[in-house]
């Protein structure tokens, strides 16, 4: 309940930073569709469906385009972005980029986080020590991510079963043991920044 409440709170205070972008009302009505799942400014409240306010304009461009074009891997968005045209895509894009991250700060035993430390070593370089710093704008941003939503996508490039586009991705998700997702996932998802 606390939980939803923040999360709740969280969207709120987006939609008033949001509303300081004004961009072109078209993707905005189109941007509204995503709500549903994605929640209000793109702060999701989980636990399988990402946050994607605040992501790069260059990753969420990346995944949107390569999922329509079938290159990468999705259970339903990419027949979801069949609809769109490249324009609008760019647009959602640079819509959902200009909103604030908001963290979704999850706790998790302490054990827990101490193994996903530990197992995120590697990840540092590109991620930032706690998944808050990606490197490039290729990156996303994993801090305050929903644990559940992390795990799967983890699971998606380290066993390598489905098309997943970036090769050092799956190489480093690769050197994870099974074991070490949940923590891994865990470990993002309780970092405030
Ligand atoms: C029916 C629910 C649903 C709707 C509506 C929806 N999405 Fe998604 N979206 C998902 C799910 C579930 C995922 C997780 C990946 C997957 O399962 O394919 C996802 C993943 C994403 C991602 C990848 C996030 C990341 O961090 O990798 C982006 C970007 C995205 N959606 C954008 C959008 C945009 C933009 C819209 C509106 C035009 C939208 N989605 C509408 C369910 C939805
Ligand atoms: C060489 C840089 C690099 C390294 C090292 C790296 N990553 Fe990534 N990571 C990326 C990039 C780039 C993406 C986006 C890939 C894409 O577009 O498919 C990504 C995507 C992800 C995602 C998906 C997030 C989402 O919203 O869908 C997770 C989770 C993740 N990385 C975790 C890790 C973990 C855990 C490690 C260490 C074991 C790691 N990464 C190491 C660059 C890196």
Redesign the pocket.
């Given at each position: 309940m606390k939980l939803k409440q923040s999360v709740l709170l969280l969207a709120v205070l987006g939609l008033a930073v949001g509303a300081a972008y004004a961009s072109d009302p078209k993707i905005e009505a189109?941007?509204r569709?995503?709500n549903?799942?994605?929640g209000l400014n793109g702060v999701s409240a989980g636990p399988?469906?990402?946050s994607?306010g605040g992501?790069s304009e260059a990753y969420?461009k990346n995944?949107?385009l390569q999922w329509k074009s079938g290159k990468r891997y999705?259970?339903?968005?990419g027949r979801?972005f069949k609809g769109?045209s490249d324009e609008e895509l760019a647009g959602?894009a640079a819509y959902?980029s200009q909103l604030p991250w908001t963290p979704v700060v999850q706790h998790a035993d302490a054990k827990v986080l101490a193994h996903g430390k530990e197992a995120t070593d590697r990840c540092e370089t590109c991620h930032g020590a706690t998944g808050g710093k990606p490197d490039d704008a290729e990156t996303?941003r994993l801090n305050g991510?929903w644990a559940h939503?992390l795990a799967l996508?983890l699971e998606k490039y380290r066993n390598g079963e489905v098309a997943m586009t970036h090769k050092k991705m799956r190489k480093n998700a690769q050197k994870l043991e099974a074991a070490d997702v949940p923590a891994v996932a865990h470990f993002y998802a309780a970092q405030p920044e």
């Open positions: 189109l941007a569709s995503c549903s799942c994605h399988s469906m990402p994607i992501q969420l995944i949107m999705s259970a339903t968005m979801h769109y959602l959902f996303p991510q939503y996508e």
